[in-house]
């Protein structure tokens, strides 16, 4: 492991990590267990990379918790989620004031059951000052409800006023968007061997690199975040450029 953090270069770490977490259930039913006791699980493995990205310095953290999508799972599942959800905030609130963590919420936060609700407002409070590194959940989350939501809002800023439909470009859009205080995530990360974006960030994502691993989510621990960021390092991010553009010859006379 430390070998893998020595090939790191400092200098060029993505500001912004985005991961993917999945694979919980399958985890727990390769052990002949419960689902739930996947997501247990899978808490530790957010501990753990919280605990490493901000050991590298990575400023942005954002980790997808649960989709729009994920309500229409069994009600077992859905119900054990936020009691696990509750639970691991009220043990976490003081380590993320320790540390001095900035969490933020992306999603509908109004279909949280109550007491979710009241918990991660009053982290969201408490840890509103902290500038050392940001962690974004994605709860109850999906892109395109979030850009619905955008362009219903921009739609009633112009109907009042207070928006010019002439003028509106993509720092407008942004403007909008739930991330609109966060960079665009440099690096995409799914685990558990799936190769798609399942409704995240859709927009945001427009230049990451993407990173797929199939170690499943509560297996997943630093030494894994390493290789994936050594990944990133080791590609050429051309942004619809061509090579030799990024990397001119150098001038010979
Ligand atoms: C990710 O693991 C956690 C959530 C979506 C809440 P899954 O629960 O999707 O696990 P798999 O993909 O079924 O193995
Ligand atoms: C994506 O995983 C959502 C989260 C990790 C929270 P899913 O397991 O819900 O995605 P699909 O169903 O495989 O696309
Ligand atoms: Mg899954």
Redesign the pocket.
Known sequence: MQDLLEKIDKSRLPRHVAI???GNGRWAKEKGQDRLYGHFHGVESVRNIVEGAGELGIEYLTL????T??WDRPAYEVTGLMELLVETIKKEAADLKKNKIKLHVIGDMNMLPENARKELEEVLEETKDNATMHLIM?LSYSSRWELVNAVKQIAFDVQAGKVDPATINQDTLQSYLTTSEFPDPELMIRTSG?Y?I?N?LLYQLAYAELYFTNVRWPDFRKENLYEAILDFQNRERRFGKTSDQLRPEPVTH
Do not use: V
Request: glycine content about 0%; charged content about 30%; proline content about 0%.
């Open positions: 993917i977490m999945d997808y918790a649960f989709s999508e994920n994605a799936e798609r399942s995240f």
